[in-house]
């Protein structure tokens, strides 16, 4: 990735490497050794710094989540998963991959699977649930504001962040993905303030993005969509 001051990150050319992926997940182990690398000094990962300011207006939810260990057949523990700055680099590098793939079929004149999450029918019950904790957000959907909002009520309240934070998701809602084309503008991603975004990080786990590097593929071929 390379930062254009004005669009944002932007891709180098794109070329097709050939991977090995595995069935398991294995963003922990990479978050422990990103997680080192933090610890040890200055972290120099190329588009690191992109990455961060790609998920810089995201909204910053605080969703439980368990890790369940087993030993044989029999559990053996359940442990929470807390946030760290190794998870949270991860994840914003996934932010800017989407979205430098999303651009680039579009540049190219391709089809595309966009992620799209609709800005809130129900914006005005969260403002209400702003105005009750003294804050006052604009009158329609802002997807920044909402994220300042959050993160000042996380650190002013972190006990209380959690149920403010299941709240404020459902009444988002939930997202969808839609074929987009060259000639059509897709609505955009709210939660995470990005206006063009895909899945295609995932291919192991997502049929979506299994979708889209076929589309890559294509497009790298110089081949019809498939």
């Not at 651009?103 to 209400?128: C, K, M, N, Q, Y």
């Amino acid at each position: 990735l390379r930062r254009n001051p004005h669009l944002g990150p932007e891709p180098r050319p794109i070329h097709l490497r050939r991977r090995k992926i595995h069935p398991v997940t294995i963003y922990r182990s990479a978050s422990l050794f990103i997680g080192l690398a933090l610890l040890a000094g200055p972290f120099c990962l190329p588009a690191a710094a992109h990455a961060a300011e790609a998920g810089s207006a995201a909204l910053d939810f605080e969703l439980s989540e368990t890790r369940v260990r087993f030993q044989g057949h029999e559990l053996r523990s359940l442990e929470p998963e807390l946030p760290n700055r190794a998870k949270s680099l991860i994840e914003n590098l996934m932010i800017a991959s989407n979205g430098v793939v999303a651009r680039f079929l579009d540049r190219r004149g391709s089809l595309s699977i966009r992620r799209v999450v609709h800005a809130p029918e129900r914006w005005d019950r969260i403002v209400t649930i702003a105005q009750s904790l003294g804050v006052t957000l604009p009158a329609t959907p802002d997807p920044r504001a909402l994220s300042q909002f959050l993160r000042a009520r996380k650190a002013a309240d972190p006990r209380g962040f959690h149920e403010l934070s299941h709240t404020v998701i459902r009444l988002v809602g939930a997202g969808e993905y839609l074929v987009d084309t060259p000639t059509t503008v897709a609505p955009g991603h709210f939660a995470l303030a990005v206006k063009d975004y895909s899945h295609s990080t995932a291919p192991n786990r997502r049929y979506p993005d299994l979708l889209t590097q076929r589309l890559i593929k294509a497009v790298l071929a110089s081949q019809p969509s498939p």
